[in-house]
């Protein structure tokens, strides 16, 4: 039995014992949690009990962000000792699928995604966890910034489904947590200038206190005549569609240049009607991002290197005792939040 946060059902949290798994395999790690920062589906499984095909049915821990300190490995694990400091992938493949097999093990249909029924997730103190799936952090990168590597994969991977060639002007539609960090990815991976819009000015503000980052307020300016503005007429080479807005679906066709990019990273509650004949008039190519895969190590050498600065988006930092707190905090969405934490370790 150990301490968790448990949703035992829909709007009902409670910080209490539960049984998870103890037993360490040869090929999995003890992972004494550090950090966890809380995501738009956790907040979203608390307020409705569902998303999409996944309902909660039955108590289940929260939280899939986080990072820690290793405490034990298994007979077969070579590359962590206990004391590493590490932060861990949520979804864990079949390794002997198809989808694994073919390097895209994000859409195996037996991947088992921390905290998305049945499936428990990470705010607990301690977890049994792959160590394939455990990457080690370097000095420089904090527990805070550990727990920010799994919302900033979803920007590498957007980025590198993106094909991004140096110099490229990007647009992203959408300036919440996961827009502000595909618009970092982006511009790590070599676009020049990021334009990004939103409808609420503090999350623009956020987001344009990045260098290169240019905010655009949807309420107020025409983003596709923005982007038309700034590069002689042409358009954005690569356009990310995170809000998954109808009006942002339209403006992302209509802002993209011709022969560029859309990447699909928001996800729409219902199906939206998308213009396709805008989109094959300047035939653009067009791609999806689900979750990621294969992008750990690189975004952990972006934060470690110093090239991606996660840390002004962490708004605040609740104890493990105020779990409830923390997701009573997430729920008020306000503007200037972008990412919620729980510190389980030390102060400090
Ligand atoms: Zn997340």
Redesign the pocket.
Known sequence: MAQALVLEEKHKLALREIALPEDLGPDDVRIEIDTV?I????VHYYTHGKIGPFVVTAPMVLG??ASGTVRAVGAEVTHLAPGDRVCME?GIPDPRSKASKLGIYNVDPAVRFWATPPIHGCLTPSVIHPAAYTYKLPDSVSFAEGAMV??FA?GMQAAARARITPGDIALVTGAGPIGIMVALAALAGGCAEVYITDVVDEKLAIAGGYDNVHPINVTKTDAARTLAEATGGWGADVVFECAGAPASIQTALEAAAPGGCVVWVGMPVDPVPVDIVLAQSKELRMETVFRYANVYDRAIALIGSGKVDLKPLISDTFAFADSIAAFDRAVEARPTDVKIQISLGTPG
Not at 39 to 42: E, M, N, P
Request: charge should be negative; hydrophobic fraction near 10%; aromatic fraction near 0%.
């Open positions: 920062g995501c738009g589906s956790d899939h962000e949520p799994e919302p979803i």
